[in-house]
């Protein structure tokens, strides 16, 4: 049986939390950050959880991790 390929893309953005969950960081920190304020940008700082259900697939994703 060969190996599954990992895609790279999501093992860059998703982590493997120790109870199987996924971790993610939030979107829209990149840029135009002056209108956004101060308490959003503070929030989107924490790492989230995936939504369960998109777990299947960033566990289909993510073979090895």
Do not use: E, W
């Not at 190996?3 to 493997?16: Q, W």
């Not at 829209?28 to 700082?45: A, D, F, V």
């Not at 259900?53 to 289909?60: G, I, P």
């Amino acid at each position: 049986m060969p190996k599954i390929k990992t895609n790279r893309g999501a093992a860059k953005r998703f982590a493997r939390t120790a109870t199987g969950g996924f971790k993610r960081i939030a979107s829209h920190r990149r840029h135009i950050l002056t209108k956004k304020s101060t308490k959003r940008k503070r929030q989107l700082r924490a790492s989230h959880l995936l939504h369960k259900a998109d777990v299947r697939s960033a566990r289909r994703m993510i073979p090895y991790c």
